[in-house]
């Protein structure tokens, strides 16, 4: 029962520290703000789950393919590598948190005019008015969450939060840090979600990221004891 406690702790700090200000919360933001919000929030928050799962079950299997002691070692140097990483991106940024919330805003624009979408707004929300009267189970099969769905799932692939789920799943409880990430991602993309951009744009990335830093740092020395103490 330990080890699953201890496995959700890391993994809900963890995560939590790493989504908040992350891309894909960005993305969740600005999409609430042109869609409706349940789903969006639907689309999010299952992408973040599925990425999840795959990834703690890529961390649990890592043990049955190389020996638990290499497992760990690389455990290890990931928290510190991360922890390094976060630290430099945060000496780096300025006092404000605007910069990748632009540059997402951006990027979801730009696909939005190239798909030719942005003048079908109105129509959409009328269409998605429509599907309020269907079955909810047949929404999850509409543009929105398809959009919400593709946009975090691939946003997570070979990010930092991604990698370090991995590693965590390779050394504590798989389950536990499965229960751990999906916490923490349900709460962070329901903040996004509600809070829109206003919330997105008072997040500062450089608080984000040092913190996040000493997080990664202080998982590392304790893996590192660990290993010195076995």
Same mark, same amino acid.
């Given at each position: 029962?330990?080890?699953?406690?201890?496995?959700?702790?890391?993994?809900?700090?963890?995560?939590?520290?790493?989504?908040?200000?992350?891309?894909?919360?960005?993305?969740?933001?600005?999409?609430?703000?042109?869609?409706?919000?349940?789903?969006?929030?639907?689309?999010?928050?299952?992408?973040?789950?599925?990425?999840?799962?795959?990834? &703690? !079950?890529? =961390?649990? +299997? $890592?043990?049955?393919?190389?020996?638990?002691?290499?497992?760990?070692? @690389?455990?290890?140097? *990931?928290?510190?590598?991360?922890?390094?990483?976060?630290?430099?991106?945060?000496?780096?940024?300025?006092?404000?948190?605007?910069?990748?919330?632009?540059?997402?805003?951006?990027?979801?624009?730009?696909?939005?005019?190239?798909?030719?979408?942005?003048?079908?707004?109105?129509?959409?929300?009328?269409?998605?008015?429509?599907?309020?009267?269907?079955?909810?189970?047949?929404?999850?099969?509409?543009?929105?969450?398809?959009?919400?769905?593709?946009?975090?799932?691939?946003?997570?692939?070979?990010?930092?939060?991604?990698? &370090? !789920?991995? =590693?965590? +799943? $390779?050394?504590?409880?798989?389950?536990?840090?499965?229960?751990?990430? @999906?916490?923490?991602? *349900?709460?962070?993309?329901?903040?996004?979600?509600?809070?829109?951009?206003?919330?997105?744009?008072?997040?500062?990335?450089?608080?984000?990221?040092?913190?996040?830093?000493?997080?990664?740092?202080?998982?590392?020395?304790?893996?590192?004891?660990?290993?010195?103490?076995?």
């Amino acid at each position: 029962m330990s080890s699953v406690l201890q496995g959700f702790t890391k993994s809900l700090a963890m995560t939590f520290v790493s989504e908040i200000g992350d891309k894909t919360f960005f993305a969740a933001a600005i999409l609430a703000m042109r869609y409706p919000r349940r789903l969006v929030l639907a689309g999010c928050v299952s992408a973040l789950i599925v990425m999840t799962i795959l990834s &703690a !079950t890529v =961390g649990w +299997a $890592a043990p049955n393919l190389i020996s638990r002691k290499w497992t760990h070692h @690389i455990t290890t140097l *990931l928290f510190f590598g991360f922890g390094l990483w976060s630290l430099w991106d945060g000496f780096k940024e300025g006092g404000g948190g605007s910069e990748e919330l632009a540059e997402v805003e951006a990027e979801l624009y730009s696909d939005l005019k190239a798909n030719g979408k942005t003048t079908k707004d109105n129509s959409k929300t009328e269409d998605e008015n429509k599907k309020q009267k269907r079955p909810f189970l047949t929404q999850f099969f509409s543009p929105i969450f398809l959009k919400a769905f593709s946009i975090n799932f691939f946003g997570e692939f070979g990010d930092k939060s991604q990698l &370090a !789920t991995i =590693g965590l +799943a $390779a050394d504590e409880n798989p389950f536990g840090v499965v229960l751990g990430g @999906i916490v923490a991602q *349900l709460v962070c993309t329901t903040a996004a979600v509600i809070g829109g951009k206003s919330l997105a744009s008072q997040i500062s990335e450089r608080i984000v990221a040092l913190s996040g830093g000493m997080l990664f740092i202080i998982f590392g020395i304790q893996s590192f004891l660990t290993s010195v103490e076995a």
